[in-house]
């Protein structure tokens, strides 16, 4: 079974209307090299926010992750966001997860637009509660 930040990114390059917005970059940890040349364009990063907090006799987790949705503007930006928020809350509700991992989302803080100081990249900016398999989690 994969982590949980690896099974939220496998999730969300599952779905259709986060990838036709971003094609294949969402990415764990932060930008890789290659794609900071082609920025400021459409693309996520997810990181984990801390936070982790075990249910052992449940065997699951609750795990926050904050997502960073880019764009070329504010308004491209939201709208990546927008189709993560969906897709997040979509886990156990309307549609399984790709992987067995991610078993349900609890809920989400946010949208906060946000601009990088030095690259002056325009991001907006959330955090993600999901539950996981607490084997899996870090």
Do not use: N
Not at 10 to 15: F, S, W, Y
Request: glycine share 8%.
């Amino acid at each position: 079974m994969q982590d949980a930040l690896d099974a939220l990114i496998t999730h969300l390059k599952a779905v259709t209307a986060v990838t036709d917005l971003t094609s294949t970059r969402i990415y764990g940890g932060e930008l890789p090299d290659a794609d900071v040349e082609s920025m400021p364009r459409r693309c996520i990063v997810l990181r984990y926010a801390g936070g982790l907090e075990s249910f052992r006799s449940h065997r699951v987790a609750r795990v926050r992750i904050d997502i960073f949705s880019y764009g070329e503007g504010y308004k491209d930006a939201m709208s990546v966001d927008l189709a993560v928020a969906d897709a997040v809350h979509a886990i156990g509700r309307e549609e399984p997860a790709a992987s067995g991992t991610l078993l349900h989302s609890v809920g989400y803080g946010g949208p906060i637009m946000l601009k990088e100081p030095e690259a002056d990249w325009r991001y907006v900016a959330r955090s993600a509660t999901v539950i996981a398999d607490e084997r899996v989690t870090v």
